[in-house]
């Protein structure tokens, strides 16, 4: 299979048998190919095998067009959006007849050619809008023209696309442990301790990897790209890249960017005036931190400001390729003064808390108008947490919370409402927690007091199992996800390892099963099942099941291992 550019396409079509075949993946051919500018120039063009950076400006498409020329090709497509959420679609056209005019004495005009294929209706392969990480994967593609779409609405931003056919290098991207979290293993009033599991690509692939740690103060990120992007304008878009593996020179041809000056002058950047498209100004400095410490997976993150939450997330590059692979991040906040300090509730918002081992917070709610009733919901992402909740120094409330739990008060004029959450001697306590005088519009979905999923053992097949949960009276998504575990994966391992507050958002695709919504007015009837095909005989397997509210929080219900039979 060949990748060709849209302009290099049109310009080879009538060639017929002498066409070139380029991009590939021969190092020496295809860095001799760039030297040669003026050919790359105003051309789409994906190389094989390579992962190429880009940028688009708001609201303004931006298409890649490649040939597969052989049936039954295998092909994949990775699109990496950066700093903004990316629409994108994967057509297929087929490809016209040959246009030599050997029988009519004269081509084809060139623009001719152009409109009638741009105008015909090609095959929409696949389509994603999101800022993740996400693949086309086909074993076998027919032969035709394919063209890659790509349009941000949010904003000008930038994204990196990898596309390969076989014979393709061994797993560009490095791949991630079975068990993918970054553990936060010690906290200190400036420091935090984090660690993780190596990536199989070194021990298992021999190819080199390094590790780089992001850190900031507003949320995790789904990629590295996505975390160079808040580094500056400059810092992520305007680095040269390396030939051979993220090339892409004509996209700076299209801005009027010199590929020889860039990184040079910086203070260009800011006047020049692109042939086309918007100005480019630059942004200002992110409080964001990017560290590169090799192939070690414990870290230490020194010099943070006390008493302040932190996101951490890790990232493992493939130094061979530049191409990286996103663990699932963590968050933490640092040890505050000797003095506690109380944090403000904010009516109707969703605070994050972390409780070190033994240790305690304290936050207070004021509601800012007279109320009738407080309603607390506390959802405890790992072990159990004590839950104590005062108003006016008189304790109303005292419990262990593990999972989510609502609790309602009765209310009082100007009254002030003090919780004190209390961790236990296991481990550090992670939170998610919302206090509110009108719970109709709270961001937490509805749930029943029964969180368990239910399988059924008779109606167990080789190939499939059959569980059940129960509902609200309120509308909600519910979503499933399967993982095949070892038959050694036990109750406590999995309560041990799973963080409830992740949603479904840190799962591969590939884990979803499917996602309805549910509910009945009559809580006796508020039950709903679903079969979960496509498993293997005698395997163990991982199900888990989220509701999703209105204002976009997922809680998980209690996961549930199940085993298919062996024997049918």
Same mark, same amino acid.
């Given at each position: 299979?060949?990748?060709?550019?849209?302009?290099?396409?049109?310009? &080879? %079509?009538?060639?017929?048998?002498?066409?070139?075949?380029?991009?590939?993946?021969?190092?020496?051919?295809?860095?001799?190919?760039?030297?040669?500018?003026?050919?790359?120039?105003?051309?789409?063009?994906?190389?094989?095998?390579?992962?190429?950076?880009?940028?688009?400006?708001?609201?303004?498409?931006?298409?890649?067009?490649?040939?597969?020329?052989?049936?039954?090709?295998?092909?994949?497509?990775?699109?990496?959006?950066?700093?903004?959420?990316?629409?994108?679609? &994967?057509?297929?056209?087929?490809?016209?007849?040959?246009?030599?005019?050997?029988?009519?004495?004269?081509?084809?005009?060139?623009?001719?050619?152009?409109?009638?294929?741009?105008?015909?209706?090609?095959?929409?392969?696949?389509?994603?809008?999101?800022? !993740?990480?996400?693949?086309?994967?086909?074993?076998?593609?027919? !032969?035709?023209?394919?063209?890659?779409?790509?349009?941000?609405?949010?904003?000008?931003?930038?994204?990196?696309?990898?596309?390969?056919?076989?014979?393709?290098?061994?797993?560009?991207?490095?791949?991630?442990?079975?068990?993918?979290?970054?553990?936060?293993?010690?906290?200190?009033?400036?420091?935090?301790?984090?660690?993780?599991?190596?990536?199989?690509?070194?021990?298992?692939?021999?190819?080199?990897?390094?590790?780089?740690?992001?850190?900031?103060?507003?949320?995790?990120?789904?990629?590295?790209?996505?975390?160079?992007?808040?580094?500056? !304008?400059?810092?992520?878009?305007?680095?040269?890249?390396?030939?051979?593996?993220?090339?892409?020179?004509?996209?700076?041809?299209?801005?009027?960017?010199?590929?020889?000056?860039?990184?040079?002058?910086?203070?260009? %950047?800011?006047?020049?005036?692109?042939?086309?498209?918007?100005?480019?100004?630059?942004?200002?400095?992110?409080?964001?931190?990017?560290?590169?410490?090799?192939?070690?997976?414990?870290?230490?993150?020194?010099?943070?400001?006390?008493?302040?939450?932190?996101?951490?997330?890790?990232?493992?590059?493939?130094?061979?390729?530049?191409?990286?692979?996103?663990?699932?991040?963590?968050?933490?906040?640092?040890?505050?003064?000797?003095? =506690?300090?109380?944090?403000?509730?904010?009516?109707?918002?969703?605070?994050?808390?972390?409780?070190?081992?033994?240790?305690?917070?304290?936050?207070?709610?004021?509601?800012?108008?007279?109320?009738?009733?407080?309603?607390?919901?506390?959802?405890?992402?790992?072990?159990?947490?004590?839950? =104590?909740?005062?108003?006016?120094?008189?304790?109303?409330?005292?419990?262990?919370?593990?999972?989510?739990?609502?609790?309602?008060?009765?209310?009082?004029?100007?009254?002030?409402?003090?919780?004190?959450?209390?961790?236990?001697?296991?481990?550090?306590?992670?939170?998610?927690?919302?206090?509110?005088?009108?719970?109709?519009?709270?961001?937490?979905?509805?749930?029943?007091?029964?969180?368990?999923?239910?399988?059924?053992?008779?109606?167990?097949?080789?190939?499939?199992?059959?569980?059940?949960?129960?509902?609200?009276?309120?509308?909600?998504?519910?979503?499933?996800?399967?993982?095949?575990?070892?038959?050694?994966?036990?109750?406590?391992?999995?309560?041990?390892? =799973?963080? =409830?507050?992740?949603?479904?958002?840190?799962?591969?695709?590939?884990?979803?099963?499917?996602?309805?919504?549910?509910?009945?007015?009559?809580?006796?009837?508020?039950?709903?099942?679903?079969?979960?095909?496509?498993?293997?005989?005698?395997?163990?397997?991982?199900?888990?099941?989220?509701?999703?509210?209105?204002?976009?929080?997922?809680?998980?219900?209690?996961?549930?291992?199940?085993?298919?039979?062996?024997?049918?």
């Amino acid at each position: 299979m060949v990748l060709l550019g849209w302009s290099v396409l049109w310009l &080879l %079509l009538p060639l017929g048998s002498r066409a070139q075949k380029l991009p590939t993946r021969d190092e020496e051919l295809f860095q001799m190919q760039i030297r040669d500018k003026a050919f790359f120039h105003d051309s789409s063009v994906i190389p094989d095998g390579a992962e190429i950076s880009s940028y688009l400006f708001r609201d303004t498409p931006k298409r890649y067009f490649f040939v597969v020329e052989e049936d039954n090709t295998p092909l994949s497509v990775t699109v990496t959006p950066c700093d903004a959420p990316l629409e994108w679609r &994967l057509g297929l056209q087929e490809l016209p007849e040959d246009g030599s005019g050997q029988s009519s004495g004269d081509p084809e005009p060139l623009e001719q050619q152009r409109q009638q294929m741009t105008h015909e209706e090609g095959t929409e392969l696949f389509s994603y809008k999101g800022n !993740a990480v996400e693949s086309f994967a086909s074993s076998s593609s027919p !032969a035709g023209l394919y063209q890659l779409e790509l349009l941000s609405t949010e904003k000008d931003t930038h994204f990196k696309v990898y596309a390969t056919t076989p014979p393709a290098p061994p797993q560009p991207y490095p791949e991630l442990p079975y068990d993918p979290r970054v553990d936060v293993t010690s906290l200190g009033r400036t420091t935090v301790t984090l660690a993780w599991k190596p990536s199989p690509t070194a021990s298992l692939l021999n190819q080199p990897i390094q590790y780089c740690v992001v850190i900031n103060k507003e949320h995790n990120f789904k990629s590295l790209c996505a975390a160079e992007a808040k580094l500056g !304008a400059d810092d992520a878009f305007m680095m040269v890249p390396k030939p051979g593996l993220d090339f892409s020179p004509f996209d700076f041809a299209h801005f009027g960017f010199p590929p020889d000056h860039l990184g040079k002058e910086r203070s260009f %950047l800011a006047k020049a005036s692109p042939k086309l498209g918007r100005p480019v100004h630059p942004r200002p400095k992110a409080d964001l931190q990017k560290v590169c410490i090799g192939s070690k997976n414990i870290f230490t993150v020194s010099d943070l400001k006390p008493d302040t939450q932190h996101y951490f997330d890790v990232f493992v590059v493939n130094t061979n390729t530049n191409m990286s692979t996103a663990y699932v991040g963590t968050f933490a906040r640092t040890q505050g003064e000797a003095k =506690q300090k109380t944090l403000e509730l904010k009516d109707g918002k969703v605070t994050d808390v972390f409780v070190k081992r033994k240790g305690a917070k304290l936050l207070r709610f004021a509601p800012v108008s007279s109320h009738q009733k407080v309603t607390f919901f506390i959802h405890s992402c790992l072990d159990a947490v004590q839950v =104590q909740v005062r108003r006016d120094g008189k304790l109303l409330l005292s419990q262990n919370v593990e999972g989510i739990r609502q609790f309602q008060l009765r209310g009082k004029p100007k009254a002030k409402y003090l919780v004190r959450l209390k961790g236990n001697k296991k481990g550090a306590a992670v939170l998610k927690i919302l206090a509110t005088t009108r719970p109709g519009k709270q961001s937490f979905p509805s749930l029943p007091e029964d969180t368990r999923i239910k399988a059924f053992d008779r109606l167990r097949t080789c190939s499939s199992a059959t569980v059940a949960w129960l509902g609200t009276q309120e509308r909600n998504k519910f979503c499933i996800y399967r993982k095949e575990v070892d038959d050694s994966y036990s109750e406590d391992q999995k309560k041990r390892e =799973q963080n =409830q507050c992740l949603g479904p958002d840190t799962r591969p695709r590939s884990e979803k099963v499917l996602c309805k919504y549910f509910h009945s007015q009559n809580l006796q009837k508020a039950v709903t099942t679903e079969t979960v095909g496509g498993l293997r005989p005698g395997k163990s397997y991982l199900l888990d099941i989220y509701v999703i509210g209105h204002g976009g929080h997922s809680v998980k219900y209690q996961s549930k291992v199940v085993k298919t039979r062996r024997l049918c």
